[in-house]
Structure formats: structure tokens, C-alpha cells
């Protein structure tokens, strides 16, 4: 930020100098001819106040030229200005108002690919002329003057360039990091399975020039220094001279993003004060149902039930938002561990059932015979089938039937559907679905919720290595299915590890590397 | 949890517990499901009369809260563990927390106990049907 002010008022001051030069000189030659026509004609009545004529005529001549170079270099400025304004708003930090995203990440890409234009059209010019000739042109000025962190690789992903801007950021010495390794030194996590890595294998594979963005990406530096975020840019060009075959821009964006997590800390702070009083409730109802179940009194029993499904809803709720934080703050941790899917299904089927019971809903179930073991984490995955099941129950009409069904799909992976016979969804808002908070308009008056369920269910299948999706048709109802992956396909991956299970992060942070994927 | 545990369980000798939690609630609430359960109850509030109690080696199963006053659990837990400090200790000991552990944590703890709850996940009928499993 102070670099591109610095660089922009000294424009600024350069220009100001050459155009009060230019219009003092001008200023001064017009000034003087006129006083030279004027003195001829009227020399009777200026003779005798010659010289301080002469000086009020100079400081007229300083003035006007002032004035006037003030003005050009103000309207010869402002594009320059307002392109600066730009690269400044794209750039990190500082700026107050957060500006939009969608422009933003053309904007981010574009930086990216004209970083990579200006570096070609310097090495390329470099050849040609001596650096001390062109300074202005030489890859180091240009890159060390631009105030974003900069990395170029060659075709083996070795950094080839830094510039100083990203030793200070990373805080390793730009030499230190020349010749190394790129994922070796930058040990960056991605928000979702597109990766940097990702991205640039895709870009060799079909040899083409691209450009991508990441938001939020984490990079974990020196053991005392806090994480750092940032938006990352790339650009990837397989002609580019000296086998500068790919650059890297990060935006630091730690202060701004670093905030939104301690929000969600906080949330999810005062939701665990919740959890105490919550369990004691329903411990109480538990007990209490105990006792009026041996009364007798069908009111009451009736009662007790609304009042055990009421409790189970707000811990679910609770659950939700605490995992919903776990995921944001990457430290939602999957165990997965043999498990038979009949059994999960079912117990988490008749977990929820007293609350379809409650609203006269009927849950059927069919397990397929046969069904390989699967390799899940049991209480999250519990969340997904209660979160889809909470769903169904709330977008069913009273007296319907919900229908949950368990079976291999085509690609030999364990299938499940929950299938209700409600409201349907609005094709309108499919694709928005599984996004945090997003809820049906249509429906937001009649029914609760929060709106988290199918972004912790996706957050949660996602790291378990499946897939969930949904059918849905207005009027008719929808069918939610998602895959989980047989226990036997684990086990490969399981013998590599000395555990006899395999931990996993959430689908908020997979690691940027194979070498360093959990 | 349906109640067939309950028929169950009163007919095995009665199986010995120490509850050391400091939520009286809680601890209410425990005591109950577990007599029910046809278990023999001792709640204990403070850390080092936890502690003592603990050792003197009376109990089959020994459900620990974290944070309790005095000692805490994880203090209390190493000590039960260390055999200098503790020769002889026949019962299983049970985690039970409502906080939120970092993972290595968690990790570290689970291995030194025979089993870990977080109560906010369980009912107190549903704690019974666990320990009857592990016990």
C-alpha cells in the first residue's frame, strides 16, 4: 500500500516539475511580448514604473504557470489515479469497504495474467538490452515494485523467482526459496478439492494457457507466526521463455478472513454454553417419561413425546452449528472405521422416527441384503442421515411417508435415498442447496431452520470421499442420495498408515499436496 | 435405549460406580438412570475426594468428569494411571465431558481411559446401555 501511494506521488511530483518548467518558460515569453507591444505603444505612461511593472508581471507569469501545471497534472493523473485505485483495491488489507467478489476474482486473475505478460515482455527485452540501459524494464525492478507476494515456477514446479514482496510475507529470504520446491516451501490448504495442484496438473495435462483464483486459502509459516490467508491467483503459460512456466499472486486477506473466524468461534462458543442446560433437560424428560409412561395417561404420554422429539430437534440444531464451526475452522475430524451400514441406518432412523411420529409421518426403510461393510465416521454420518431426515420431515405434509433406502449404486459404492412425497423444490434454487445458510424463500414463514443441515451434510460426505445429491419435483417431493465408500476400498489405504483407522479433515481444508494430504 | 436393559440388569450382581462430576444435576440425573440400571452409585463432587475414593479401589467403574474442582480429570486420570501413585486399580475408567478437546488432546486422553463420553451426546438411560457394554 505505501509503495503504491509512494510510486504515485512521485508521478505526480515529476509531472508537476516538467509542467511548471514548461509553463513558466511559455508563460514568461507571452508575458514579455505583450509587455514589449504594450510599452511601445503606451511608452509615455509606463516608462517610469518599468521595473516593478516587470516584477508584478513575473510572479503574474510564476502564478498562472503554477495554477495551470496544477490543473494538467491533476487531469493528466486521474487515469493513472484510477488505475492505481484499482490495483490497490485488488491488492490486500487497508482497504475499508470489502468490494465485490465476482469482480474481484476476474480482477485477481487478470492481475495474474498481466503480471505474466509484463515478466515475459521483460526477460524478453532483458536479452536485448543491458540492464543498466533499461532499468525500468528489468524483471527485478518490475517485479520487486510490485506490492503483491509473486512466485514463478518452472515445468518441475521449482520456484524459479520470488519476489521480495513474498520473503517478507512468507518470511523466508527469496533466496532461500530459489531452486526449491514449491509445495515443499508454500505448505498452503484450499477451502475445497481445487487445489492449486489440481488446477496446474489439468493445465500440463491439456497443455494450454489458463488462469485461476482461490479464495481463503490457509498457509501454515514459521512455528510462532499465525496462519496466514489469502487469495491466491495463477497463471499458467506453456510457451513463456526461461521455462517461467507458472506464476503465482497472493492476496493476504489474514486480518479480514482471521475476523470471520473468530465470529464463528464465538457462535460457536456461546452455542456449547447451550449444550449443559440442554442435556440436563433432556435427561429430565427422559426421566420424567418414565414416570408418566407407568401412569397411564395417554394426554400426558402424548405430551412427554412432543416434549423428547422438541429436545432432540434443538440438540440436533445445537450439533449442527458447532460442526458447522468445525468445518470453517478445519477441525472437524472424520475417524472412519468398519462399520455396517444396515445397523447406522437403522439406529439413526429410529433416532428421529419419534419425531415423524409426532407429525403422523411414517419412515420406511429397506436395507439391501448383502451390503458390503462401510468405512464411515458413526456420529458424523448419523448427523447426515438425521439432518436429511429432519428435511423430509419438515417439507412432508402431516400423514405421509418418508422413504429411506440403502443399496449398491453402479459405480459399486454405497448408495442411500431418503425420499419424501412434500413441497419439492423450486428448480430455481437447486443449485444453491447445499450452500451454508440457504434456505427456500417460499417457505422460510412456515418452516424452521437454519439452514445448515445440507451444507454440513455435504461438508461431511465430501470427507468421507462420497457424493450427495438431490431430485426433486415441484408438487411431488424430493429424494436426497449419497454415496459412501465400501469398507474394502479403504483398506489399501489403510494399510499404509499403522492405525487401524483413518483420520480425515474436513472438506474445508484439504491439504494443497499428495505429500502432505491427511 | 429400550428398557429391556433395565430387566436385565437386576439380575447381575450389582456392579459398583464412582460419578465424579460436579454437576449436581448431572450427577442427579446419572445416579438415577444408573440405580435403575441396577447399578451401585457413590457421586463424589470434589476432585481430591474423587481422587481418594477412587483408589481405595471399591469401584467396577469409575465415570470422570474434566473439570471438576481441586484436581481436574485429566490430572486425576493420570495419577489413577501411574502405577508409583496407584499400584492396583481393578475399575474402568469413563470420560465424561462436554468440552471441546483439540484432537492430540483428545487423542492423549483416549488412551488412558477406557472410554469417552461427551454428555451432550448421550441421554442418561443412553450412558446405562454404554457402560453395560464396556463393563
Redesign the interface.
Known amino acids: 500500500m505505501a509503495k503504491s501511494s509512494d510510486y504515485l506521488s512521485r508521478a505526480k511530483r515529476q509531472y508537476l516539475l516538467r509542467l511548471l518548467f514548461a509553463l513558466l518558460v511559455v508563460n514568461i515569453i507571452l508575458i514579455a511580448t505583450w509587455y514589449l507591444v504594450t510599452t511601445k505603444v503606451h511608452a509615455h505612461i509606463l516608462s517610469n514604473i518599468k521595473l516593478e511593472h516587470a516584477l508584478i508581471l513575473i510572479i503574474l507569469a510564476i502564478l498562472s504557470s503554477l495554477i495551470g501545471a496544477l490543473l494538467l497534472t491533476r487531469s493528466l493523473l486521474s487515469p493513472l489515479r484510477a488505475l492505481w485505485q484499482q490495483i490497490v483495491n485488488l491488492a490486500p488489507s487497508g482497504n475499508t469497504s470489502p468490494p465485490n467478489i465476482d469482480t474481484l476474482k476476474v480482477g485477481r486473475e487478470l492481475v495474474a495474467d498481466l503480471a505474466s505478460q509484463v515478466m515475459q515482455l521483460a526477460s524478453a527485452t532483458s536479452d536485448k538490452l543491458s540492464s543498466t540501459q533499461s532499468p525500468i524494464l528489468s524483471r527485478d525492478f518490475i517485479a520487486n515494485n510490485l506490492p503483491l507476494p509473486l512466485f514463478i515456477l518452472d515445468p518441475q514446479e521449482t520456484i524459479v523467482f520470488v519476489n521480495n514482496k513474498a520473503g517478507d510475507y512468507i518470511g523466508i529470504k527469496p533466496e532461500e526459496m530459489i531452486g526449491k520446491n514449491f509445495y515443499m516451501v508454500l505448505d498452503m490448504s484450499f477451502p475445497s478439492d481445487s487445489t492449486f495442484e489440481a488446477w496446474l496438473k489439468k493445465a500440463k495435462e491439456s497443455s494450454a494457457t489458463s488462469s485461476m483464483s482461490w479464495e481463503r486459502v490457509r498457509m501454515n509459516v514459521l512455528d510462532n507466526h499465525p496462519t496466514l490467508l489469502f487469495d491466491l491467483a495463477a497463471y499458467y503459460n506453456k510457451d513463456n521463455p526461461e521455462h517461467y512456466e507458472t506464476m503465482a499472486v497472493l492476496f493476504d486477506h489474514t486480518k479480514q478472513y482471521s475476523q470471520d473466524d473468530q465470529a464463528v468461534s464465538f457462535v460457536a462458543l456461546s452455542v456449547h454454553e447451550l449444550r449443559t442446560p440442554l442435556t440436563l433437560l433432556r435427561g429430565y424428560i427422559e426421566a420424567l417419561e418414565d414416570e408418566i409412561n407407568s401412569t397411564g395417561n395417554d394426554e400426558l404420554k402424548d405430551f412427554m413425546q412432543k416434549m423428547s422429539a422438541t429436545g432432540q430437534q434443538l440438540t440436533a440444531f445445537v450439533n449442527n452449528i458447532l460442526n458447522v464451526a468445525r468445518v470453517d475452522n478445519d477441525q472437524l475430524s472424520l475417524k472412519l472405521q468398519e462399520e455396517n451400514w444396515g445397523d447406522i441406518v437403522n439406529s439413526a432412523v429410529s433416532a428421529i422416527s419419534l419425531r415423524a411420529k409426532v407429525r403422523g409421518i411414517n419412515i420406511e426403510t429397506t436395507i439391501a441384503e448383502g451390503l458390503p461393510s462401510v468405512g464411515v465416521d458413526r456420529l458424523s454420518i448419523y448427523e447426515v442421515i438425521n439432518n436429511l431426515l429432519d428435511n423430509a420431515i419438515k417439507y412432508s405434509s402431516n400423514g405421509k411417508v418418508i422413504k429411506v433406502d440403502a443399496h449398491m449404486s453402479k459405480e459399486g459404492l454405497v448408495e442411500t435415498t431418503v425420499q419424501d412425497f412434500g413441497l419439492g423444490i423450486n428448480p430455481s434454487i437447486m443449485p444453491n442447496l447445499f450452500t451454508k445458510f440457504y434456505r427456500d424463500h417460499r417457505n422460510r414463514a412456515q418452516i424452521g431452520g437454519t439452514g445448515l443441515g445440507l451444507y454440513l451434510s455435504k461438508a461431511i460426505i465430501t470427507a468421507h470421499g462420497g457424493n450427495i445429491w438431490v431430485r426433486s419435483e415441484l408438487g411431488k417431493g424430493s429424494t436426497f442420495s449419497f454415496t459412501v465408500i465400501p469398507y474394502s476400498q479403504l483398506a489399501a489405504e489403510m494399510k499404509n498408515s499403522d492405525n487401524k483407522e483413518i483420520t480425515r479433515g474436513a472438506h474445508g481444508w484439504i491439504k494443497n499436496h499428495s505429500l502432505y494430504r491427511r | 435405549m429400550d428398557n429391556s436393559n433395565e430387566l436385565t440388569n437386576t439380575n447381575k450382581p450389582h456392579k459398583k460406580v464412582l460419578c465424579i462430576e460436579d454437576?449436581r444435576?448431572?450427577g442427579e440425573?446419572y445416579k438415577?438412570?444408573l440405580d435403575?440400571g441396577g447399578y451401585e452409585v457413590t457421586l463424589e463432587i470434589d476432585g481430591n475426594k474423587g481422587l481418594a475414593l477412587a483408589q481405595s479401589d471399591e469401584f467396577d467403574i469409575i465415570l470422570l468428569d474434566l473439570m471438576i474442582p481441586n484436581l481436574t480429570g485429566i490430572e486425576i486420570l493420570r495419577i489413577l494411571r501411574d502405577p508409583s501413585k496407584t499400584p492396583h486399580l481393578k475399575a474402568k475408567i469413563i470420560i465424561t465431558t462436554?468440552l471441546?478437546q483439540r484432537?492430540d488432546v483428545r487423542e492423549d486422553i483416549e488412551k488412558q481411559a477406557d472410554g469417552y463420553v461427551v454428555?451432550?451426546?448421550l441421554?442418561?438411560?443412553e450412558l446405562v446401555g454404554f457402560l453395560d457394554n464396556i463393563a
Open positions: 454437576e444435576f448431572i440425573l438415577r438412570a435403575k462436554n471441546e484432537e454428555k451432550a451426546e441421554t442418561p438411560k
